[in-house]
T-cell receptor, first 113, second 112 residues
Framework: DQQVKQNSPSLSVQEGRISILNCDYT??????FLWYKKYPAEGPTFLIS?????DKNEDGRFTVFLNKSAKHLSLHIVPSQPGDSAVYFC????????????FGTGTRLQVTL | NAGVTQTPKFRILKIGQSMTLQCTQD?????MYWYRQDPGMGLKLIYY???????DKGEVPNGYNVSRSTTEDFPLRLELAAPSQTSVYFC???????????FGDGTRLSIL
């Protein structure tokens, strides 16, 4: 039973345009959500997070939106840059579970020139 | 600032052999985790620890063991390696609840 789903395995976006990566979850106990970026042969790198008391969090070019009623979150990257090309993982945890993360399967973003 | 360091980076084992994957962090984080990532899949939690002397199972603990004798180190032991344990293993640490986890660069393990 996959509790965190990223239904788009890949996404291609032109440099300078907006990249939108989506994530859905089924466990209503999840209240902390994170996005990680991963390059080949490296570990995941933390990008941005959001707690369930918010519906938006921004950090520079990265914004995460959370729709609790739809159990959906999205990561917006504006403007997209070639260095953003990587695999992006959505992850979620629930309070009281030692911050154990449940990951989605990832979306490969390619930013083209 | 090293962060989370994993050794070795690559290893090939024969079926039935055993080995220990090492993980150490220099951020004084209480929480540490071991994940595995199979091709095309997300990371799955094997074991975790909330402090020295305290460990607990994650989603996929079978075939693995852990120990946490110090805050810095969290080794993962594979006993009787099986082909199904071929994967990339990631260690992570965090300061505590509602804090992001920081990952090492992984150990790529093949069981033949």
């Amino acid at each position: 039973d996959q509790q965190v789903k990223q239904n788009s395995p890949s996404l291609s976006v032109q440099e300078g345009r907006i990249s939108i990566l989506n994530c859905d979850y089924t466990n209503s106990m999840f209240d902390y959500f994170l996005w990680y970026k991963k390059y080949p042969a490296e570990g995941p790198t933390f990008l941005i997070s959001i707690s369930s008391i918010k519906d938006k969090n921004e950090d520079g070019r990265f914004t995460v939106f959370l729709n609790k009623s739809a159990k959906h979150l999205s990561l917006h990257i504006v403007p997209s840059q070639p260095g953003d090309s990587a695999v992006y993982f959505c992850a979620a945890s629930a309070t009281g579970t030692a911050s154990k993360l449940t990951f989605g399967t990832g979306t490969r973003l390619q930013v083209t020139l | 600032n090293a962060g989370v360091t994993q050794t070795p980076k690559f290893r090939i084992l024969k079926i039935g052999q055993s080995m220990t994957l090492q993980c150490t962090q220099d951020m004084n984080h209480n929480y540490m985790y071991w994940y595995r990532q199979d091709p095309g899949m997300g990371l799955k939690l094997i074991y975790y620890s909330v402090g020295a002397g305290i460990t607990d199972k994650g989603e996929v603990p079978n075939g693995y063991n852990v120990s946490r004798s110090t805050t810095e180190d969290f080794p993962l032991r594979l006993e009787l390696a099986a082909p199904s344990q071929t994967s990339v293993y990631f260690c992570a640490s965090s300061l505590g609840q509602i804090q992001p986890q920081h990952f090492g660069d992984g150990t790529r393990l093949s069981i033949l």
